[in-house]
C-alpha cells in the first residue's frame, strides 16, 4: 500500500503556516495594546488588581507555552510510512497539547474552586 500526498498538500501546508501566523501576530497585538492602553483608573476596579492580574496571565502563559515546548518529545514518528523527525514541530505539537491539558484542568479547578467559595 503506498500513500501518496493529495494534489493540493503544500498549498494548504502553506495556507494552515499563514493562518497560524497571522493568528499568533493577532494576539500579541491585541495583548500589548490591551495592556498598554489601560489607563491608571483601570488598575484597580472594585477592590481587584486588573492589571496585575492580566500581565500575570500573559506572562504565566507566555511560561507555560515555553517550558511545555521544552518538556515535549522529539522522538521521531512513523507518519505516512516515513520517519517524521523534525524536531521543531515534534515540539511544537506536543507543546500545543500540554498547554491545552494544563489550561483544561486549570479550568476545572477554577470552577471547583468557585462553586466552594461561593
Keep these: 500500500m503506498t500513500l501518496v500526498s493529495p494534489f493540493l498538500a503544500d498549498l494548504m501546508?502553506?495556507?494552515?503556516?499563514?493562518a497560524v501566523a497571522a493568528a499568533i501576530a493577532v494576539t500579541i497585538a491585541s495583548v500589548v495594546k490591551?495592556?498598554?492602553l489601560r489607563t491608571k483608573d483601570d488598575e484597580i476596579v472594585n477592590g481587584v488588581p486588573q492589571a496585575r492580574i492580566?500581565?500575570?496571565t500573559a506572562v504565566c502563559f507566555a511560561?507555560?507555552?515555553?517550558v511545555t515546548w521544552m518538556l515535549g518529545s522529539s522522538k521521531p514518528l512513523l507518519t505516512n510510512g516515513q520517519l517524521f523527525t523534525s524536531t521543531?514541530?515534534?515540539?511544537t505539537a506536543d507543546?500545543?497539547?500540554?498547554?491545552?491539558?494544563?489550561?483544561i484542568i486549570?479550568?476545572?479547578?477554577?470552577?471547583?474552586v468557585s462553586r466552594f467559595r461561593s
Excluded: E, N, P, Q
Design 13 to 18: 501546508l502553506w495556507l494552515m503556516y499563514i
Design 95 to 103: 507543546m500545543f497539547i500540554y498547554t491545552s491539558i494544563i489550561l
Design 34 to 36: 490591551t495592556l498598554r
Design 106 to 112: 486549570g479550568c476545572f479547578a477554577g470552577v471547583i
Design 88 to 91: 521543531f514541530w515534534l515540539k
Design 54 to 56: 492580566a500581565w500575570t
Design 63 to 66: 511560561a507555560c507555552l515555553a
